[in-house]
């Protein structure tokens, strides 16, 4: 069996959950006997292991690139995989990474996955929403099938777009291991030597990042704790201007981009993992903050509670009393931090790559 993944999510991101997701999902592949994998990759500067996969097992077109993730980077790998694809024969299974497919690729089945309706359900936070959208609906209408990766992921799929419910599978992700270093614990015990509360990823606006330092402003937290945020790149000015007018430039720190090892020993050293969006269709950081022994805190919205079921303790998004009393519970009660990280590893425990690759798999071989 042939199958081919596409640059997309890659060309769009250097790192996140949906590029971590095909790279283990890819890495499963390689394990696996009488499959063809291919990756049309491109110019890339991802961190998620690209170069961690065994090429013997894996045909990749990439090339190292200082080119930024984005459209730029999106349409010169569009064009570069337009050229290679017809080279490469037919494919039993093409695997989209994100919205759209290349037009010259071959196949006989495509798959899609479903990540979430952000889009459908904040419009007002997305200028290119209806763009997004259209570009989901030519997407599903031609996929023989589409994964979803929770519960609700599906309900939201079904809510906005009209699928025939015989294609659409829900597979969970896995979770991937992530291990502390040395080194690395040693780096974050020099940025921030006080206890910290910890916020993981992009800050776009439905992920409530501003929401969430307001809440900790407004809770006096910031007398005892830091804040620590790791990816999503460099603070913007409103992030910036937000900061300073709470007078917290000295106790919120910003890592930009971190490598694997780093963010492990970061969620290790965490006093607590906090978790603000007002969106998700799975959201790996909580139970990657769960596996490595730090409680976590989540917002009850979306896909959240299915995914983290018991392992967190919960707010109300828009309920900004809601999120300080669940800070200061959750940083100071002693019996409710140990029960969260007891739950919180039974939680994380259920989910690993090979379940997910093997219902995958299991799917692939079911379209022939």
């Not at 050229?83 to 899609?112: C, D, E």
């Amino acid at each position: 069996m042939k199958i081919i993944f596409d640059h997309q999510v890659f060309s769009l991101q250097n790192a996140g959950g949906a590029s971590r997701y095909f790279i283990e999902l890819i890495r499963y592949l390689c394990d696996q006997s009488l499959l063809e994998t291919h990756l049309l990759l491109g110019l890339t500067n991802t961190l998620s292991g690209i170069e961690d996969l065994d090429r013997e097992k894996v045909t990749s077109l990439s090339i190292r690139t200082s080119l930024p993730p984005g459209m730029i980077r999106y349409f010169t790998n569009e064009i570069l995989s337009n050229i290679a694809a017809p080279w490469k024969g037919t494919f039993n299974i093409y695997h989209s990474t994100y919205y759209r497919f290349i037009p010259f690729i071959r196949f006989n089945n495509l798959v899609a996955t479903h990540h979430d309706c952000v889009q459908e359900s904040l419009p007002s936070l997305f200028p290119d929403a209806r763009k997004i959208i259209a570009a989901k609906q030519r997407l599903y209408r031609k996929a023989d099938a589409i994964i979803c990766v929770s519960e609700a992921s599906q309900r939201d799929l079904f809510k906005f777009y009209d699928v025939d419910p015989g294609k659409v599978r829900v597979i969970y992700h896995g979770l991937s291991n992530l291990i502390p270093t040395d080194l690395a614990l040693g780096e974050i015990r020099q940025i921030r030597s006080r206890p910290y509360l910890l916020y993981v990823g992009s800050r776009f606006a439905y992920k409530n990042f501003n929401g969430f330092v307001n809440a900790f402003y407004h809770s006096n937290l910031q007398k005892d704790f830091d804040l620590l945020v790791i990816g999503g790149g460099q603070p913007t000015l409103e992030e910036k201007r937000l900061i300073t007018s709470f007078n917290m430039n000295r106790c919120v720190r910003f890592i930009p981009y971190a490598t694997d090892h780093l963010l492990a020993a970061a969620y290790s050293l965490a006093h607590l993992f906090v978790y603000p969006s007002l969106f998700e269709g799975f959201g790996f950081p909580p139970l990657e903050a769960m596996s490595l022994r730090c409680p976590v805190l989540v917002a009850n919205t979306s896909s959240l509670p299915e995914i983290c079921k018991h392992g967190a303790l919960y707010f109300e998004p828009k309920n900004e009393e809601s999120l300080i009393y669940a800070l200061k519970s959750a940083t100071s009660d002693t019996s409710l931090r140990c029960m969260l990280i007891s739950n919180g590893r039974e939680v994380a425990s259920e989910y690993n790559w090979k379940k997910c690759g093997d219902k995958t798999l299991k799917l692939y071989h079911q379209l022939g």
